[in-house]
């Protein structure tokens, strides 16, 4: 009898979009090692379908408030854990990331920040970090390096301005913003001042004066979209104080009534409406479920389900012991 020959293709012969459609099932530590198995798998390993969007959702720094700037301090394993975790994204990716999703809870620095942004020139999505240790400059530098930037998803700042005159500046294509804090006058007009093509804007659970949802209808005439579901909505009456509103009033949805969609629920039987009142304004994130704060009415905004790249079983193998 004649020996039965294996005919079958070797794993190094593999068609890439074959070997793509089986990287994508794997996170970020097991994709590490199959990337330097070959050429051909590496080059499968950094295809843009793998890596359109890194979801570093689950990634958070061991952290304690402290009373002085920048009111947190940070262990320094988080910011090495977190370092040797962008170093080997970064390195498989290959500049393909598309879309870039991190924690409220993940206090990145400006050198954290440049390295992303020298290494993801196209990237479109970003769902920012929190604000506390990254400067001005840092911020600045990244957005001129994103000149592709459509979507941004940031904390609340204090300042916000310079950020929007550098999206302006820097992001020519640049049609989505989400505000996740507080909202008031400085930040409509800097948007209404520096952004007057955007084209949604979600301010999701935020706390936002009744003048700037008002600025915003009035002056904002490219808008499309606006979210403002949850919100704690206040006005400053006699003797600076502040009365919550319950229900807009006929006017304000007449201005609302040209909009493509405009989302809005200020419920007293609403659970997200109860949290934002038990909050003051201020949504505690961390008290409530994993998923919550990446939902979005706007559908183009909602972060929907963790990523695949950096799951669960990703985040315990690199944590911090």
Known sequence: MGENKWMGKRWEDMDTDVLVKIFKELNLVELSPVSQVCHLWRLACSDPLIWSTLDFGLLKSNYIQTRASPYIW????????????????????????????????????????????????HLKRLVMPAWNRITKFGICQAIQRWEELESLT???????????EEIARSCKNFAELKVM??????????????????????????????SALLWLLDNMVNLEVLNISHCLLFEIVTNGRRQVIHELD?????????????????????????????????MRWYRYEDWFWRRDEVSSLDLQDYGKLFDAECEALTAVD
């Open 74 to 121: 940070v262990d320094d394993r988080s910011d090495k854990r977190l370092a040797r975790i962008l170093r080997v994204a970064m390195a498989i990716s290959c500049g393909n990331v598309s879309c870039m999703i991190f924690h409220y809870n993940l206090f990145m620095k400006d050198e954290h920040l440049h390295y992303i942004s020298e290494r993801s020139p």
């Open 154 to 164: 940031m904390p609340t700042i204090g300042h916000p301005p310079y950020i929007m």
């Open 181 to 210: 804090g507080s909202f008031d006058d400085l930040f409509a007009s800097a948007i209404a001042t520096h952004l007057p093509k955007l084209k949604v804007l979600s301010l999701r659970c935020s706390k936002v004066t009744m």
């Open 250 to 282: 006929d006017q304000t949805l007449e201005k609302a009534s040209r909009l493509r969609e405009f989302h809005h629920c200020q419920s007293r039987s609403c659970l997200a409406c109860q949290r934002m009142m038990v909050d003051e304004g201020i």
